[in-house]
């Protein structure tokens, strides 16, 4: 059973940063691919970033690349997402996930870019 509780969102400015995160209760973080999926309104599901259970690969989207960053704390069951330089199309519900597709996802946390 799934049990991924993301937080961290938030209204932010254009430009402006957040940091999410994500914490686990099972004990299969340490050995699982994660992933960052948003929904932004009206539209479907989008993959934004992936991170290996150790780490050493992550791979991006091009909407956020260069400026969103993911990483994880395996000592910790966390996983996070740094997002940097906000624009209003960021604006959208985020998910962790266990798969690329969002189909093992959280109930996600609200993230608004507005001025």
């Known amino acids: 059973q799934v049990q991924l509780v993301e937080s961290g969102g938030g209204l932010v400015q254009p430009g402006g940063s957040l940091t999410l995160s994500c914490t686990d209760a099972?004990?299969?973080?340490?050995?699982?691919?994660m992933f960052w999926v948003r929904q932004p309104p009206g539209k479907g599901l989008e993959w934004i970033a992936t991170i290996s259970p150790g780490g050493t690969d992550i791979f991006y989207s091009d909407s956020v690349k260069g400026r969103f960053t993911i990483s994880r704390d395996n000592a910790e069951f966390t996983l996070y997402l740094q997002m940097d330089r906000l624009q209003s199309e960021d604006t959208a519900v985020y998910y962790c996930?266990?798969?690329?597709?969002?189909?093992?996802r959280g109930q996600g946390t609200q993230v608004t870019v507005s001025s």
């Open positions: 099972a004990s299969t973080f340490t050995n699982d691919w």
């Open positions: 996930s266990k798969d690329r597709a969002g189909g093992t």
